[in-house]
């Protein structure tokens, strides 16, 4: 607990400045900060410090230690911390800064702290695009660690209010930069085996990944342990139950649509978000979450529109599909 957050309005130049400058400050002493990216608003700490580390698990209440995410401001900071196969090194020329993270072997010695990487020998890495996150970095100077500013298996948060609502007690600041521009959150891939491996759809779609690297991208092994919390089954979760690729509505339930076409029976949803009335999936990615948290103050069932599979229609099926899963 720290009490309530200070939050800086980033629109206002003065408050900008001001709300960086207490942000690096808290970060400096192990504080948490709620900092924009362009995919969703993430929980900042120095992840260069063990404690700082510690305390974003204990605020999100993880059930477990879970690698996270290191920002860095630049593919040049970046590979300091890791090694980069030349194919990975293509991937981070084309798409960083941007919604892409990739996890890549640790280089060692490392200025990590252990828990940031759940003691693992790889590293995720990030460069973020938002000009807040860079500013934040560019500020503080050290790494960031970073997962995204939700209670554990609550939907990821794209305002400055869902974080306040999240996690208001246990950060210290909060940077508002507005609604996140893209609204899931990075894609990952893994250069650990033998082949780039796709652990998490996300901002970068699949399709432009696999363009430039000339051959599709791998699916992690089952056997692998779950690395990634995004990758468990039921994770995203409203509390309402959604109900997928609903052709009508039923009684009682409310409705996620997509596209210029409702569902039959759309008259009968108790309340309507339409992702995309024109049917565009950027728009609908960048609408999902806030989207999922409003509809489930309104209905105990969600009809969600079927929602096609191409570009980032991929991870917005895969939000849906963990959102919709039978909770552990
Ligand atoms: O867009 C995003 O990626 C946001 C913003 C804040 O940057 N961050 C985010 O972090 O989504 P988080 O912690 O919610 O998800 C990070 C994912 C986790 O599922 C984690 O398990 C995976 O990255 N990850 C981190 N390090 C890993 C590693 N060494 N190997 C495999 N997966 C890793
Ligand atoms: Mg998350």
């Known amino acids: 607990m720290v009490g309530l957050p200070q939050i800086f309005d980033m629109s206002n130049p003065e408050a900008a400045a001001a709300g960086i400058a207490a942000a690096a400050a808290a970060l400096e002493k192990g504080g948490l900060v709620g900092m924009p990216t362009e995919t969703v608003y ?3 700490a120095d992840a260069t410090n063990g404690r700082a580390v510690a305390a974003i698990f204990t605020a999100k209440a993880r059930p477990r230690f879970n690698p996270l ?28 800064p941007g919604p892409l993270t990739l996890v890549l072997p640790k280089r060692l010695p490392s200025p990590l702290a252990d828990l940031a990487t759940a003691g693992l020998d790889t590293v995720a890495l990030r460069v973020p695009a938002h000009p807040v996150a860079r500013a934040l970095m560019e500020a503080f100077g050290r790494p960031i660690a970073a997962p995204s500013a939700n209670r554990s298996g609550h939907v990821s948060p794209t305002t400055a209010a869902h974080v306040a609502d999240d996690l208001g007690d246990k950060v210290a600041v909060i940077l508002d930069a507005g609604p996140t521009g893209i609204g899931l959150e990075s894609t990952i891939v893994g250069f650990t085996g033998a082949d780039p491996t796709l652990l998490r759809s996300g901002g970068v779609p699949r399709q432009d990944l696999e363009a430039l690297l000339g051959r599709p991208l791998a699916s ?19 509390s309402a139950q959604l ?15 997509f596209g210029p076409k409702l569902p ?39 009809a969600v529109a079927p929602i096609p599979d191409q570009g980032l229609g991929e991870a917005v099926n895969d939000r849906l ?3 919709a899963a039978p909770r552990a």
Do not use: C
């Open 264 to 302: 039959n029976h759309a008259k009968r949803a108790v309340a309507l978000i339409n992702l995309s009335p024109k049917g565009d999936l950027t728009e609908a990615a960048a609408h999902l979450f806030a989207a999922l948290r409003e509809l489930d103050g309104k209905a105990d069932r969600i």
């Open 220 to 238: 992690p092994s089952g056997r692998a342990a779950p690395v990634a919390p995004g990758m468990l089954a039921s994770h995203y979760a409203p």
């Open 321 to 323: 599909r963990r959102a």
């Open 69 to 96: 995410i290191i920002h860095v401001i630049s593919p040049v900071a970046a590979r300091e911390l890791a090694a980069f196969a030349p194919e990975a090194l293509r991937l981070a020329k084309a798409f960083w």
């Open 42 to 44: 993430g929980l900042a």
């Open 243 to 257: 109900r997928l690729d609903a052709t009508e509505v039923g009684r009682g339930e409310a409705l996620l649509a």
